[in-house]
């Protein structure tokens, strides 16, 4: 039989991973972290010692991990990152890097479980040191014992905003403002749902009382618009801004911190899957995400994909589709096994929850306003907001590919993975326009999945 | 708590770290927050994403240029520099 191959060991991956092996299958699990359990259960080394207080369910992780490690249809690939990966004639080529040598892997089955990262937005000295996003300063502190700064700022919108904030206080640093840009009662929205997933309002509940306890105040209709840097070019201070349903910036006042952790829900990381060729759709949230059918497939046969690339929905929602995506994957290399029902009310009320969150949680046009002339949109080719206008009223820009090609906005480093939702929004607003999924999709496509140096092309094979 | 227990140079200055952890945590740690300076403006910039998707917390490692400091894992006598420009 052949090995179900699976990429990424974060809730979906390791749920995934488990569920083939128990239906019989041998799995090979590729991750390009050095340890198992993905952002969400990012362990720190033996050395730095277990961050357990940053952790709301690490027993579900280690229980994951463990189970993972101990069964022996199990090979895991770590620190291993896929740089090429490409389909043909029903065979995917994977070019995997580990350690400076590089492996190729074909398999007519995949399970892709990449994941997500921070949504940012530009804003003024949005490019400082100091300004970074809450996933980065809670990866700081759960994979590295390391507190970005005393006095910390953390805003934006969603959910997530709680645990990094009683991540910032259960490490001694000092959350100076809590702030959520959308209105506090949009939980109201999905009563019903809300009701139905109550262990994640527990969870809430839990980062609200450590968050309380330090008598800190989270405010809504709150949003940092811009950050400044002291002499030696390190933040020093952010612009606080209470905003309008819409997000226009009504009253402003400036705070002083050592680090603003900023960020807006989570983009799915979709770049094996496009360059695969699996089809891409656009979200009730704008982001671009890998389209897929009841059994987790996706428009590929033999490519299944689960967790946030399938629709930003959360740990939970991912290890439903994981166990759905490694038994559809083991069944697909031939194992006598199915999804049952049970499976797939499970994924279906984790996933009302998601839906309520994408709800509750809008990000709005008027972030635009928060911009300058000499904002920096892409900050790998350092191209600002002007030259992005120049792109389109002088040289006749009428779709973000076009500014991009103009600008080179979005075509640094990390090709386009920060900014490029960014430009598809601040490209049709410029032309008064509403951006198409096309230019959404292409946005989110990249041929190259992470640069590596040359050398090591020189040497394989 | 865990003990620090490598060193490793940053610009020439000893900092000393826990192994496991990754260079741009540790250069954090010491209060080091500007790890390179930009091609065009030559402006600073430090960790932003954290984990190794937005390529800004480029350093040269032992003369390496474009090394993510948020991905590499931090070694015992490493030299790390400040990236200025698109490499070493």
């Known amino acids: ?461 | 708590m865990s003990q620090s227990n490598l060193e490793f140079t940053f610009e020439g200055q000893k900092i000393t770290a826990i192994s496991g952890q990754s260079v741009g945590a540790a250069l954090l740690a010491a209060n080091q927050r500007i790890l390179r300076k930009t091609r065009f403006n030559k402006n600073e910039r430090g960790l932003f994403c954290g984990i190794g998707v937005c390529f800004d917390c480029l350093v040269v490692v032992d003369g390496v240029g474009n090394q993510r400091a948020c991905l590499i894992e931090v070694k015992s006598g490493m030299k790390v520099q400040r990236q200025v420009g698109s490499d070493a």
């Open chain 1, 1 to 461: 039989m052949h090995n179900v191959v699976i990429v990424g060991a974060g809730p979906a991956g390791l749920s995934a991973a488990i569920a083939a092996a128990a239906a019989g299958a041998p799995v090979l699990l590729i991750d390009n972290n050095p340890r198992l359990g993905g952002q969400y259960w990012r362990l720190a080394s033996d050395a730095v010692g277990e961050q357990g207080g940053q952790h709301y369910d690490l027993a579900t992780g280690l229980m994951l991990i463990n189970a993972v490690k101990a069964r022996k249809e199990i090979t895991v690939l770590s620190g291993a990152q896929i740089w090429s990966a490409t389909h043909k004639d029903g065979i995917n080529t994977l070019r995997v890097i580990q350690n400076g040598v590089e492996k190729i892997i074909n398999t007519a089955n995949l399970v892709l479980c990449t994941g997500a990262y921070d949504r940012t937005l530009p804003f003024p000295g949005w490019d400082i040191p100091g300004v970074m996003t809450p996933g980065g300063l809670q990866s700081l502190l759960k994979g590295h014992g390391v507190l970005a700064g005393k006095r910390v700022v953390v805003a934006g919108s969603g959910p997530f905003l709680l645990p990094v904030a009683a991540g910032v206080i259960k490490a001694g640093g000092e959350v100076v403002e809590l702030l959520e840009a959308n209105k506090s009662n949009r939980w109201l929205l999905s009563p019903f749902v809300m009701l139905e997933n109550i262990a994640k309002l527990k969870e809430a509940f839990y980062y609200i009382k450590t968050i309380s306890q330090a008598k800190v105040r989270g405010r809504f209709s709150s949003a940092v618009v811009a950050a400044y840097k002291n002499s030696e070019g390190i933040l020093e201070s952010v612009d606080v801004a209470k905003i309008s349903r819409n997000f226009k910036i009504k009253k402003v006042r400036n705070v002083k911190c050592d680090v603003a952790a900023v960020g807006w829900g989570f983009t799915a990381d979709t770049s094996i899957a496009g360059a695969l060729g699996c089809s891409q759709i656009v979200a009730k949230d704008g982001g671009v995400v890998v389209k897929t059918d009841e059994n987790q497939q996706s428009s590929i046969a033999g490519i299944f994909v689960a967790g946030e690339i399938t629709g930003i929905g959360g740990a939970e929602l991912s290890m439903a589709e994981g166990v759905i995506a490694g038994i559809s994957a083991a069944q697909f290399v031939g194992c006598k096994v199915e999804v049952l029902k049970a499976h797939r009310k499970r994924r279906a009320k984790k996933q009302r929850f998601a839906d309520a969150l994408i709800k509750s949680y809008p990000v709005k046009a008027g972030w635009i306003t928060w911009l300058n002339e000499q904002t920096l949109i892409c900050r790998c080719e350092e191209v600002s907001t002007q030259d992005l206008k120049q792109a389109i009223s002088e040289l006749g820009a009428t779709d973000s590919r076009t500014a991009k090609l103009l600008t080179r906005c979005g075509m640094g480093l990390c090709q386009g993975r920060i900014c490029g939702r960014s430009v598809v929004d601040l490209v049709a607003s410029e032309l008064n326009i509403s951006p198409t999924d096309t230019d959404r999709i292409s946005a989110a496509n990249r041929p190259i999945i992470s640069p590596i140096p040359l050398g090591v092309l020189a040497a394989g094979e």
